[in-house]
């Protein structure tokens, strides 16, 4: 490309300088610290190379924290910028920069991490299965998400961020007007981090389909088993057509093709119809998962069956249909004509109706209900009344005439915060507290976690509540100053403070996090809070093998009904078997590493190295087919001493404690 070494490392920015001594030191204190403690080898066998679904889980969590972090950090230097009219803090450039990895990780590298996550971590244990189907698969899935995530993340010290907005719209995005190699960065790196998604997809269709224990119909899984299902089936008809169109794009950007560019005879609404055919099922994505979270912790600790179980099923089915056929309402202003935008009003209008459905059924699992007001149960409450804001603002966004005043301001942004922010992070937060001494086997702290709640919720809302009226008042979105004559530098002033307590409540949960490891107690039951379904009905962390004895089901609620009638609790010595396992593998992380390592080089478009990486990539798949490793078994001796560990002296499952 012709790029010169003194513009390899962005200079010249205080900001970015910070951020790169950061960063710097950061990595060397990690591998400073891990040398000291000589656990470089206990780190690659525990966890560079594990194939345990349930490490893997946690790992993608670990990582949508740090992303969480870097989004948040660029929404903050957003929120600075407009705090203030004709503020300088950030000139257009870097704002543009900004506002583009904003979306982008918070949407790819934040909330999917964060539900893929917690899908890894459950539903082999709610499906009473030992592992995923394809636990290798699983492993490269992972470290390909991360492998695409920090080469994404490297483009703010090397080279240059992308600047063409998440959505990277055409001709914006092309060379004519993008000239540099910050919208390769989003090409590539997407392109890495999807096939991993992808490969989930898969993954978990097969595992939820294949592998439930015995009795469990479709009609007896757990809702989140079911939203995942579904989620999975959206990801595999959806991220093939994001694939090509991040091929197409990499065409048109490193090898001139003219896909999408105007001056080539190319046509740019052509991109807007393939990102947004994936885009919006993406909305999907991440929502049902979360839907499937709220649905297990409100039945919960309501201590009831979830009300509508069929009705719920049938809605989310509904739901995923329907997200296919949504897409053109992004773009109602761009002169599709009346009778597509009618079309696509009426079908956005009734993804509101099976949507509507859910939250019934959540309220009325919760009428007469012996709630339990757990900090889970807390967010989970919250996500009621702010989703619902984001769902009406979705209707009035939906009348394409109305959206043509709406879609260009900050009307619109607030809207898909109101959706997104409650919609997923609220549940996150809800099935991290939930299942986290499921994961660890200690609590997180509920006082602490009622600061990080109220925090949280209460700077959510003074952010952006206000910038519904700020698009009202026509304050244009993407636009980084405003003029104080327009008479918005209240609310836009009121908006950064919101953020910055967002900020502290999202401080609390890091400081959370820290405190439990340090100081919470590790004597908790496998089943602290009276749950209901089969992951409760192993230890708490869980072994390896997840369940020395298969479970049978007999019942939705599976779990809550072996406590209730007194059966299959008690583990019988004479029913111990040897459990095969798979065995650890080095090979996707390796894999992932060239990925990196070739997707870096075709960023500056030096193609001959890129095409000398990626004989690693096919180097790694030959090997792969020659892997004959069968896995390896778990001695009887070895889960009886495990099992011991955590039963009482019958052999039952410890009860409720409450």
Avoid at 455 to 477: D, Q, S
């Amino acid at each position: 490309m012709g790029i010169k070494w003194n513009e390899f490392f962005i200079t010249g920015d205080p900001l970015i300088l910070g951020s790169q001594i950061a960063i710097a030191l950061t990595m060397l204190g990690i591998v400073g610290g891990v040398t000291y403690l000589r656990k470089w080898k206990w780190l690659w066998r525990e966890w560079l190379t594990t194939v345990d679904h349930k490490k893997i889980g946690i790992m993608y969590i670990l990582s949508a924290v740090l992303m969480f972090f870097r989004g948040g950090v660029d929404g903050l230097l957003m929120k600075a910028q407009t705090s203030r009219p004709d503020m300088t803090f950030l000139d257009a450039q870097h704002y543009n920069e900004i506002f583009t990895t904003h979306g982008v990780i918070m949407i790819l590298f934040m909330a999917m991490p964060f539900l893929i996550g917690l899908m890894n971590v459950v539903i082999p244990l709610q499906i009473g299965a030992r592992d995923v189907a394809f636990p290798q698969l699983n492993a490269l899935s992972f470290w390909l998400f991360f492998s695409g995530a920090m080469l994404f993340n490297l483009s703010f010290v090397i080279g240059g961020s992308p600047d063409a907005g998440w959505t990277s719209y055409f001709p914006l995005a092309g060379k004519e007007f993008s000239p540099g190699i910050g919208n390769n960065y989003y090409a590539v790196a997407l392109q890495i981090a999807g096939i991993g998604t992808l490969m989930t997809g898969i993954n978990f269709i097969v595992t939820i389909l294949k592998m439930r224990t015995k009795g469990m119909t479709l009609m007896k899984m757990p809702m989140f088993t079911w939203t995942t299902l579904i989620t999975s089936v959206i990801i595999v008809a959806a991220f093939p057509i994001f694939t090509v169109a991040l091929a197409l794009m990499t065409f048109d950007r490193l090898y001139g093709t003219h896909f999408f560019t105007l001056s080539g005879g190319g046509m740019d609404m052509l991109w807007a119809n393939l990102f947004w055919l994936w885009g919006h099922p993406e909305v999907y994505i991440v929502a049902l998962p979360a839907f499937g979270i709220f649905s297990e912790v409100i039945s919960t600790f309501s201590r009831k069956t979830l009300y509508g179980y069929k009705s719920m099923v049938v809605s989310i089915v509904g739901i995923a249909l329907l997200s296919m056929l949504v897409w053109v309402h992004h773009f109602y202003t761009m002169g599709a004509g009346p009778a597509v935008n009618s079309f696509f009003s009426i079908t956005t209008m009734m993804i509101a109706v099976p949507t509507g459905v859910k939250m019934f059924n959540w309220l009325f699992t919760m009428r007469k209900g012996r709630i339990k007001m757990t900090t889970a149960m807390l967010w989970s409450l919250a996500f009621v009344p702010c989703f619902v804001i984001g769902g009406v603002t979705g209707v009035m966004l939906a009348m394409a005439s109305a959206d043509y005043q709406y879609h260009n301001t900050l009307f619109l942004v607030a809207h898909f915060h109101y959706v997104l922010i409650p919609g997923v992070v609220f549940a996150v937060f809800a099935g991290l507290y939930y299942w986290w001494p499921k994961m660890f086997g200690h609590m997180l702290n509920e006082r602490i976690g009622r600061w990080h709640f109220w925090l949280f919720v209460i700077g959510f809302n003074l952010t952006f509540f206000p910038m519904f009226f700020l698009g009202l008042n026509g304050a244009v979105r993407r636009a980084y100053t405003f003029s104080a004559e327009s008479g918005n530098a209240p609310l836009f002033l009121l908006s950064a403070i919101g953020a910055l307590i967002l900020a502290v409540g999202f401080a609390a949960f890091c400081y959370n996090i820290y405190w439990s490891l340090r100081f919470a107690s590790r004597q908790v039951p496998s089943d602290p809070w009276d749950a209901r379904t089969l992951e409760w009905a192993t230890a708490s962390p869980v072994p390896h093998y997840n369940f020395a004895k298969l479970p049978e089901v007999k019942g939705l609620d599976a779990f809550w009904h072996m406590k209730k009638n007194n059966e299959g609790l008690t583990l019988d010595h004479k029913e111990i078997e040897e459990i095969h396992m798979p065995s650890n593998s080095g090979l996707p992380i390796i894999m992932s590493a060239v990925f990196g390592v070739a997707g870096f080089f075709l960023v500056f478009e030096w193609h001959i190295a890129a095409a000398v990486a990626a004989i690693g990539i096919f180097a790694g798949l030959i090997v792969r087919s020659f892997d004959y490793n069968e896995g390896y078994h778990v001695h009887k001796e070895e889960i009886e001493q495990t099992e011991r560990k955590w039963r009482n002296r019958k052999g039952e499952v410890n009860r409720y404690v409450g």
